[in-house]
């Protein structure tokens, strides 16, 4: 039997998929979002969701969605918001913005987990902020966990991702169990023809056919495409066209000739123009935006704000070879997610949970470790598991609340505000649904 996993701000998958390769079953994920809910039920429909927030969640409720009684539970992972970190002078878990990051210790705690994975921001390493990760070990400790210090910063691109992307990592158990290990770096950016080197832009990219080629993605997110370039071995690991691109994890029934997450963009003569003329590695000065390196790595893919801070999108960077920015799915193969797993149907929300996700190679490797420190050999099970229904990646936010049977999450800060972007991202989930009947 599998071991459990239960993923706490679960997002669109990231950590999930990643965990799940590693050879764990993930029970329940919670997600606050239920966009991202809707996401990551699509790709894993016989995972329990939990569409809410964790303040005040209970254990009994999560192991209730997961359907699991009384089973054990191997591994709690996550990633909380914690914006209050860098007061200086202050007990940073004292901040009501931290609240988040104790609940995450509690369900830890409640769910008797025989160990966790904490993933954060980068900057909480740095000077005072240090002070954070000191009162975390603290509070990790008062519930009876012990941590791998020091904490480690991970690089994607030491995981085989062709992104640079660095995220903290802590790593606990039980204090009676085994402390997991860091994994160690696996690739390393190199020169080309070094085989340690990390796969390139170029290597992410170079097989799929080129979103500008079909009028279809210019209101829909998919297309038949019956020849594909040849792909390079890592872009072969995503299209899984081998048996060892499942890892540990279920297959699923997808349909290999199908492009998703590929809705276009439509710039203007004058856009393409200075995206043309801007060299690979270097920023567009009017848009700001960067163009990837056809030999080189992506730099790090955000997520920007979501509707209850502004609804800021960060920017996609431009592709090597074509004078736009890069689609969904080509972000998706920047990140190390395969081709089976879909995104939201829009450019807004795809991106985002792509930004918001951690890189499932860089979750798989993590999630290796914890499976060596719980003395279980991981398994590759058989069959074909189905994906969910597509309804679940086109349903705008209050669709998709309506159908968890939550109210739509509006954030404190420009409550008034918030309520706006949100009408303002259903009307554009309602524009794209009202015109992809044309293409269909």
């Given at each position: ?15 999930s998929?990643?965990f ?7 029970a329940?994920?919670?997600?606050i ?11 894993f429909p016989?995972?329990g969701v939990?569409?809410?927030s964790v ?8 192991r209730l ?14 990633g909380?918001p914690c914006q209050g970190?860098?007061?200086i002078?202050q ?13 995450f ?7 008797e987990?025989d160990?966790f ?6 900057g909480?390493t740095l000077?005072?902020q240090r002070?954070f990760?000191?009162e975390l070990?603290?509070?990790f400790?008062?519930v009876g ?15 085989n991702?062709?992104?640079s992307?660095?995220?903290?990592i802590v790593l606990?158990?039980?204090?009676d ?6 994994p160690?770096?696996?690739?390393a950016?190199g020169?080309?023809?070094?085989l340690?080197?990390t ?5 992410a ?7 500008d080629?079909y009028?279809?993605?210019?209101e ?5 495409v ?5 792909p ?5 690991e ?6 060892e691109?499942w890892?540990?994890g279920?297959?699923?029934?997808w349909n290999?000739h199908?492009l998703t997450?590929?809705m276009?963009t439509e710039?203007t003569?004058?856009?393409r ?6 060299k690979?590695g270097?920023?567009e000065?009017?848009?700001r ?9 992506s730099n790090?893919?955000r997520?920007?704000?979501d509707?209850?801070?502004g609804?800021f999108?960060?920017?996609r960077p431009i592709?090597?070879a074509h004078?736009r ?12 997610f395969?081709?089976?797993?879909r995104?939201?149907q829009?450019?807004?929300h ?10 499932p190679?860089m ?5 290796s470790?914890?499976?060596h420190s719980?003395g279980?050999k991981?398994?590759?099970p058989?069959?074909?598991?189905p994906l969910?229904d597509?309804?679940?990646?086109r ?11 939550v109210?739509?999450p509006?954030?404190k800060?420009d409550r008034?505000?918030?309520?706006r972007?949100?009408?303002?991202e ?5 524009r794209?649904r009202?015109?992809a009947?044309?293409y269909?």
């Open positions: 039997m599998r071991p459990l996993g239960i993923d706490l701000f679960a997002g669109a998958g990231g950590m998929l990643g799940e390769q590693a050879g764990f079953d993930v329940a994920a919670v997600e979002d239920p966009v991202h809910c809707a996401t990551h039920k699509f790709n016989d995972c939990v569409a809410r303040i005040g969640l209970s254990a009994d409720k999560i969605a997961a359907g699991i009684g009384d089973r054990k539970i191997a591994v709690v992972f996550g909380p970190f860098s007061l002078g007990r940073c878990l004292d901040d009501a913005r931290n609240k988040l990051v104790l609940e210790v509690r369900l830890v705690a409640e769910l987990a160990s994975v904490f993933e954060n921001v980068k909480l000077g005072p002070a990760l000191n070990i603290a509070a400790a008062r966990y012990s941590v791998r210090v020091p904490p480690q910063v991970l690089n994607a691109a030491s995981f991702v062709p992104q992307r660095e995220r903290l606990g158990a039980r204090s169990a085994i402390l997991p290990r860091y160690k770096p696996i690739t950016p020169a080309n023809g070094d340690a080197a796969a390139t832009c170029k290597e990219l170079g097989d799929l056919p080129d979103a080629a009028d279809y993605l210019v829909q997110d998919e297309v038949f019956a020849k594909w370039s040849r390079s071995p890592y872009a072969a995503l299209r899984v066209l081998t048996e691109g890892h540990f279920y297959r699923r029934l290999p199908v997450s590929s276009r710039h003569g004058i856009s123009r200075r995206f043309e003329e801007t690979p270097e920023v000065p009017i848009s935006f960067y163009r990837l390196p056809a030999d080189g790595l790090t893919l997520a920007g704000t509707a209850a801070r609804a999108t960060s920017p592709h090597y004078p920015c890069i689609t969904v799915r080509e972000m998706a193969r920047l990140h190390g395969p081709d089976w797993f995104f939201h829009t450019k807004w795809g991106a985002r949970q792509i930004g918001n996700a951690v890189p190679p979750a798989r490797a993590v999630a470790q914890i499976m719980l279980v991981p398994s590759r058989s069959g074909l598991k969910g597509p309804k679940l990646l349903m705008g936010m209050r669709e998709a609340a309506e159908h968890f049977g109210a739509v509006i954030g800060r008034k505000s918030g309520t972007k949100r009408r303002q259903d009307i554009e989930v309602e794209v009202s015109k009947s044309t269909a």
